[in-house]
């Protein structure tokens, strides 16, 4: 486009420059130095035209992103929070007398200390099923989704670090937040065609059921 247009600039060029009669009007060096710069303006505004164009597109995709979609058997996030719910029960199961508790309550227990609840609901519409959640501070990276057998599971894991300067000296906390929940889904419902979007820390997956 701007090799074009350099050639348009270049023919009006010579028009300026010369008469009829090709006699010279302008100085040629002076008159294509001008063509010159003009050019080179036009290819900047081009440029930063098309910059600020993909930075827009770019801001648009950081803030619409689809979270970690999971079709298959590999749900890893949920594998990883099970086996630190199972190794934290086993902790409190061999500091704990016979007597305080069961292999339950100790399940249990490790979940309230390894997960974090989230505010997450699950709407049943006419022609389609709805999950909406907020989970601000996650990213999509950060958060798994599966949707087959009848059975919607969502899981997701973030490391939050905080830091605090005393006396010069900054020190800095993390501390692992994780999530994890599931809903039975009905059994009209299209699972290989769910949608899953996630924006400014508000998540919503929309299931269709079966035409009839």
Known sequence: MTDKLFLF???????????SHGTLVVP???????LVKVRERVVNLLFFNNLNEAIKMTEHKSTELPVIHKRDGIFTSFNHIQDMIRERASRIFH??????????SDWLHAESEVLTDINLTLQDKKDHVVIKGEMKGFLPKEIEVKAEDGLFQISGMHTENNSSKKKGVTETLSQQVNFYRSFNLPESVETDRMEVKFKGGKFTASIPKTSH
Not at 9 to 19: D, Q
Not at 28 to 34: E, I, V
Not at 97 to 104: E, H, K, V
């Open 28 to 34: 040629a060096w002076s008159a294509f130095c001008s």
């Open 9 to 19: 600039l270049y023919y009006a060029y010579r028009v300026i420059c010369f008469t």
């Open 95 to 104: 500091e704990r007398t016979p007597d305080q508790g069961d292999d339950i």
